[in-house]
């Protein structure tokens, strides 16, 4: 498929997705958003991609929804077009996603990077919800895991008054994992991106499921989860390297097996 929103490179493991509608802060499309889903069906097929990253450009990781595409659409506009399908294909990636945000991350900018497992930002970048502002709300996750991820004091502010954040105060309130000056951020994110590339495979997926689901499950059923996984994770090759080079002193070569 030829990309017509989104530059797609793969580097050394890791599957590299930028935003690219420059001239409108990387606002979100229909066109963008199944690009986007294009690409990651294809990352998740490729055994060569350990690790997907999200990027925008300098001044935009991305500013929300296309206004534009959404100004005269009705209710059934919406549902036929199945608008957020996407963006639970996004919640079902199973490789780990980096979010590296330099810019704005507003309304679905904010929730795509909040989809992502961790996120990076370049100081100066700014994060939030504010559909209010144009009458109406966040759809893809801005009122269910901004909340999990600062709190519901901090989630209602950004979400009822539209007003965003800095990247030190989101990285404050546990919202980002790091905030790089702008000029590293790019360097930064690849580095962190490359190391869980090289992790075992099948140990990050799921960890990264494990964890997910603590966000939708009493901690009975999770506990109960995660041990499943840890056990399973003994009928796999990589767990036998990994133990065993550990006890040979040597680095382990993970085969996702
Ligand atoms: N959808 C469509 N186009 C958008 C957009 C969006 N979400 N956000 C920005 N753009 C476009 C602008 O229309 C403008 O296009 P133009 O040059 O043809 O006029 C271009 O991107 C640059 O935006 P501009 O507003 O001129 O930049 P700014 O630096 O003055 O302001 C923002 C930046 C992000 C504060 C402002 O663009 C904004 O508020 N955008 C909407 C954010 C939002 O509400 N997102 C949630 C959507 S549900």
Redo the contacts with the bound molecule.
Sequence with gaps: MAYQHILVTKIKGVGRIQLDRP???N?LNLALMDELVHALNEMERDDEVGCILLCGNEHAFA??????E?LDATTTDLLVQDQFSAWDRLSEVKKPMIAAVSG?A???GCELAMACDLILAAEGSSFGQ??I??G?MPGAGGTQRLVRSVGKAKAMEMVLLGRPITAQEAYRLGLINEVVPAHQLEEEAMKWAQRLANKAPLAVRLAKESILKSMESTLAEGLDFEQKCFYLLFATEDQKEGMRAFVEKRRPHFHGK
């Design positions: 001239d409108v802060l606002a500013a929300g929804a296309d206004i534009f959404m704005m507003l309304g679905g504010p559909e502002n144009l109406v």
